[in-house]
């Protein structure tokens, strides 16, 4: 939030002056849109990175080696897609059509931010797009302080860096478990893993999930009074009430509608709503174990409308599974829990870093 002196909220120690609004073109060295590139110059590796109107892979789609369009530092912006992103380049670039450049005597990344935190109305009859003079014609507050934009944007700098090294921190832990998922279960025609604990050599024997699971039916729970037993639907968390489908027993809820494809643990005691099957591991199976089952099925072949995805409960109980040992399963599923709760921390820590970033941008801005 700002005051009605165009001050920001929060700033450094030592400034004290009114911010002014200008227009970006008038701040701005030059802006230009992006061209077509020579395919036959390209490297898939060179100096001078080749920019496109993408968020993907920090919007590079190739290289030149001995040429380059926008001298560094400058700063770019989406003119289709997610239209008005920014981004600071640090390095000499080329950018492609759809793909906007501004170089000014501004820090970039304060400038960078200085954008994303613009409301972005984009006048168009077709499909939404940003062009120079629409670029140009921005009103963005500035400083007066050139000092103090350079202590915004190192500060932001910093926080996106932090935000970064946990997002591929988390990248990396959802990649360790995608590959554990398959190499600590048997593979088609495998009766056994490739990856095991110790001291665990027997074959893995097949089931069908009847066998593992007792498949119970979602409900209405308009019905019920308000309580604290929670009730699920196919997001998660919904509600709670005063009446439980299971009080003692904790299952994997899947979807019978929609989303069939996310299941996840409920723990009872729990109400389920009628798109939401949940399902009881019976005596000898681990929940934490099935559940991996779960997330190794491929529920999407299952699918069986033409229109909103959906399961029965004849094609779950009717796919077949690999089973060790209940001690293997136990050992299988609390490694996989574990890991799981890792992942969860860094989606939190991650969340948390993201909505310090919303905040100051609010704050630190006029």
Request: include cysteine; hydrophobic fraction near 35%; glycine fraction near 8%.
């Amino acid at each position: 939030m700002t005051n009605k002196n165009n001050i920001p909220a929060i700033r450094f120690k030592g400034f004290n002056d009114t911010w002014e609004q200008r227009k970006l073109g008038d701040e701005a060295i030059e802006i230009l849109a992006g061209g077509d590139i020579d395919k036959s110059k390209t490297v898939e590796n060179g100096k001078y990175p080749i920019y496109a109107n993408a968020l993907t892979n920090d919007g590079v789609v190739g290289y030149y080696d001995d040429y380059y369009r926008v001298k560094a530092p400058a700063v770019t912006v989406t003119g289709r897609g997610e239209v008005g992103f920014a981004q600071a380049r640090m390095v000499d670039f080329t950018p492609v059509v759809r793909l906007l450049a501004i170089r000014s005597n501004h820090d970039c990344y304060f400038l960078e931010n200085a954008i994303n935190n613009h409301k972005v109305v984009v006048e168009s009859t077709g499909v939404p797009q940003l062009t120079v003079p629409q670029l140009s014609s921005y009103n963005i507050f500035f400083p007066k302080n050139v000092e103090e934009e350079t202590r915004i944007g190192e500060f932001l700098h910093n926080l996106d860096s932090l935000i970064t090294l946990h997002q591929r921190k988390l990248d990396k832990l959802n990649k360790v478990k995608i590959s554990m998922l398959g190499k600590m279960f048997p593979k088609n025609g495998a009766d056994v893993p490739e990856v095991r604990f110790k001291g665990f050599t027997d074959s893995w024997e097949q089931r069908k999930l009847e066998e593992v699971i007792t498949v119970g039916n979602g409900m209405d729970y308009k019905h019920l009074s308000e309580g604290d037993i929670p009730v699920y639907g196919m997001g998660g968390y919904m509600l709670s009430v005063d009446k439980a489908l299971s009080y003692d027993k904790d299952a994997i809820g899947i979807g019978r509608k929609g989303t069939i494809d996310k299941p996840y643990v409920l723990k009872a005691p729990f109400w389920t709503v009628d798109t939401l099957f949940y399902c009881i591991p019976k005596e000898d199976y681990s929940l934490d174990f099935v559940y991996c089952i779960f997330q190794n099925v491929n529920w999407k072949e299952k699918d069986e409308s033409t229109g909103v995805p959906s399961l029965s409960k004849v094609n779950i109980n009717s796919t077949d599974v690999k089973v060790p040992a209940l001690a293997e399963q136990e050992k299988i599923g609390a490694y996989f829990s574990k890991l799981d709760d890792l992942i969860t921390l860094h989606q939190r820590k991650l969340e948390k870093l993201r909505n310090i970033k919303k905040s100051m941008l609010e704050k630190m801005f006029v």
